[in-house]
Nanobody, 126 residues
């Protein structure tokens, strides 16, 4: 079992930055591939960013490339999402997710992930 707890969400203005953090507990030795997803009201959950077990591979949704950065600290069992130049369309609940143990690939779809956090709200005002 892996438990995930997100933090760092909030209300910001367009152009501001936020840093989301995901604390990973439980079977942390398995070094799962990790990802961030988001879901806006009335929309499906969508991939935002992913990182493999070592941190050596990352991938991003086209809508956030160049603005968001995913990183992980395996010593501290945390995964972060640095979000810069935020836009109103970034408003959503953001979820941290954990996938396969020692995942060498970046996982891109919700079905690839086994464990999910409860989410943190990010609201960007114009």
């Amino acid at each position: 079992q892996v438990q995930l707890v997100e933090s760092g969400g909030g209300l910001v203005q367009a152009g501001d930055s936020l840093r989301l953090s995901c604390a990973v507990s439980g079977r942390t030795f398995s070094r799962p591939a990790m990802g961030w997803f988001r879901q806006a009201p009335g929309k499906e959950r969508e991939f935002v960013a992913g990182i493999n077990w070592s941190g050596g591979r990352t991938d991003y949704a086209d809508s956030v490339k160049g603005r968001f950065t995913i990183s992980r600290d395996n010593a501290k069992n945390t995964v972060a999402l640095q979000m810069n130049s935020l836009k109103p369309e970034d408003t959503a609940v953001y979820y941290c997710a954990a996938g396969s143990p020692f995942g060498t690939r970046v996982l891109l779809t919700p079905l690839d992930y086994e464990y999910w956090g409860q989410g943190t709200q990010v609201t960007v005002s114009s």
